[in-house]
C-alpha cells in the first residue's frame, strides 16, 4: 500500500544526482522551472531502492550519509529541511564492502547502510534453483500451461547445468525466449555447451507452433 520508488544511480549524470534524490526549489539552478519532490520524498512512508549505489559521487555520499542520520532532507535551493519517513533498500554488483577498501565508497555510510545484507550469488553457484527458475520463466516468456512439461524435459535440465551462465537470469531468460521462438520442444540435439561456451543458437524449425514471440 505504500510507495515503492527505484532509482538507477548509474543512469543519472552526477550533475542531476542530488536534485533527482532530494528534489529542488524553482530557480535552483539554471533549467529549474519549477519546484520538484525527489525520490525520497516520492517514497515518503515506503521504501526507496537504490540500484548501483557505488556509482554515487563522495559528495552526494555524504549528503544521503546526513539524510540517513537526521531523517530529513535539503531540498537544492530549499531554505528549511523536510523531514521523510523511508526505508532504504541499496544494490551494488560489486562488494560494498570492497569498493569501501579500496576508498571509493565512504565507510561511515557503508556501515550505516549494512544493517543487513544479502548475498545474491550467480547463477552458476545454484544451479539447484533451475527446476524453479525456468518454468517461470517459461511463463514469462508466453510458453502455454499445458507444454511446460513437456518443455521441462529432464535432458533440459541437465544440460542447463553444465553451462557457466555469465549473463545469469538474463542470459538464460533470452536462450528459453529463443529456443521457444525457433524450435518447440526445446533444442536438445546439438552437445551440451561447455562452461565456456555460448548455448548453441536453436534451429529453425517451420512447422514449430511458437513461430512469433513478442517482447513485452
Known amino acids: 500500500r505504500k510507495p515503492f520508488i527505484a532509482l538507477d544511480c548509474g543512469a543519472i549524470p552526477e550533475t542531476?544526482?542530488?536534485s533527482e534524490l532530494f528534489g529542488h526549489e524553482k530557480g535552483a539552478f539554471t533549467g529549474a522551472h519549477a519546484r520538484r519532490e525527489g525520490h525520497f520524498q516520492l517514497a515518503d512512508g515506503g521504501t526507496l531502492f537504490l540500484d548501483e549505489i557505488t556509482?554515487?559521487?563522495?559528495?552526494?555520499?555524504a549528503k544521503l550519509l546526513r539524510t540517513l542520520q537526521e531523517r530529513c532532507i535539503q531540498p537544492?535551493?530549499?531554505k528549511h529541511p523536510v523531514e521523510v519517513d523511508v526505508r532504504i533498500i541499496v544494490a551494488s554488483n560489486v562488494s560494498l564492502e570492497g569498493e569501501m577498501l579500496a576508498g571509493r565508497f565512504r565507510p561511515d555510510l557503508y556501515y550505516r547502510l549494512?544493517?543487513?545484507?544479502?548475498h545474491l550469488p550467480p547463477l552458476r553457484e545454484r544451479l539447484e534453483d533451475l527446476p524453479t527458475l525456468v518454468p517461470a520463466l517459461l511463463r514469462s516468456i508466453g510458453a502455454k500451461e499445458s507444454d511446460l512439461p513437456e518443455l521441462l524435459s529432464p535432458a533440459l535440465l541437465a544440460r542447463l547445468r553444465q553451462y557457466a551462465w555469465p549473463g545469469n537470469i538474463r542470459e538464460l531468460r533470452n536462450y528459453l525466449a529463443r529456443s521457444i521462438v525457433f524450435?518447440?520442444?526445446?533444442p536438445l540435439s546439438t552437445p551440451p555447451p561447455s562452461p565456456s561456451q555460448a548455448p548453441p543458437a536453436p534451429r529453425f524449425d517451420r512447422e514449430a507452433p511458437y513461430a512469433v514471440h513478442r517482447q513485452r
Open 183 to 186: 524450435a518447440e520442444p526445446l
Open 114 to 118: 549494512a544493517v543487513l545484507e544479502v
Open 55 to 61: 556509482n554515487l559521487p563522495h559528495v552526494t555520499q
Open 16 to 18: 542531476l544526482i542530488e
Open 76 to 78: 537544492l535551493g530549499g
